[in-house]
């Protein structure tokens, strides 16, 4: 099984500020990587495809980045509707598997 | 738009059995594979199976010889027929669709998810 491990598992950030999430898979996947965006309570939304493709309707201040086995997710300007779980989640080979998750907090 | 609405879930003793449900709608359902994943009380998620349109099923090493997923096309149902269940499977389970039909590995459309608590 590939195993994904994410960091940091949590960080504190202010409104405004950039965060940068990484996903670094046991083994390569080259760029079937997908980030998704969960808020307590809910579904998880998906906001990138393929390491780096944005969904529609996805603001671009989301940015994915990385193949192989590191990758990125950066959101720039945090808004209060970015504090949140992101999870990155390989889409290589069964049997899917995600990061541990990272929370976006509030500063 | 697209909609996916679980249903099924509930409280059930060890060792029981539950099927859960998800109704899928505005678009070819028989097109896309689909998925269960489930996340327990404060943890993260974890893909439990998946059916393809062809309906080939691929089950998670937790859940294989326990749990069976199918699909009825006619009703555009999902199903997840859990049994021998145990307290670890706890959890809220979602269905999700693929994302596309050239990239079903992803999870599109999620449902809003199911809670199944397994406790005496």
């Known amino acids: 099984d590939i195993q994904m491990t994410q960091s940091p598992s949590s960080v504190s950030a202010s409104v405004g500020d950039r965060v940068t999430i990484t996903c670094r898979a046991s083994?390569?996947?080259?760029?079937?990587l997908a980030w998704y965006q969960q808020k307590p309570g809910k579904a998880p939304k998906f906001l990138i495809d393929?390491?780096?493709s944005l969904q529609s309707g996805v603001p671009s201040k989301f940015n994915g980045s990385g193949s192989g086995t590191d990758f990125t997710l950066t959101i720039s300007s945090l808004q209060p509707e970015d504090f949140a779980t992101y999870y990155c989640?390989?889409?290589?080979?069964?049997?899917?598997?995600f990061g541990g998750g990272t929370k976006v907090e509030i500063k | 738009e697209v909609q996916l609405v679980e249903s099924g879930g509930g409280l059930v003793q060890p060792g029981g059995s539950l099927r859960l449900s998800c109704e899928a709608s505005?678009?070819?359902?028989?097109?896309?594979?689909m998925h269960w994943v489930r996340q327990a009380p404060g943890k993260g998620l974890v893909w439990v199976s998946r059916?393809?349109?062809?309906?080939?099923?691929w089950y998670a090493d937790s859940v294989k010889g326990r749990f069976t997923i199918s699909r009825d096309n006619a009703k555009n149902t999902v199903y997840l027929e859990m049994n021998s269940l145990r307290a670890e499977d706890t959890a809220v389970y979602f269905c999700?669709?693929?994302?596309?039909?050239?990239?079903?590995?992803?999870?599109?459309?999620w449902g809003q998810g199911t809670l199944v608590t397994v406790s005496s």
């Open positions: 999700a669709r693929a994302y596309c039909t050239s990239c079903q590995n992803y999870f599109g459309p």
């Open positions: 505005g678009f070819t359902f028989s097109n896309y594979w």
């Open positions: 059916i393809n349109d062809d309906g080939s099923t």
């Open positions: 083994q390569g996947v080259s760029s079937w």
């Open positions: 393929g390491a780096s």
């Open positions: 989640q390989q889409a290589n080979s069964l049997p899917l598997t």
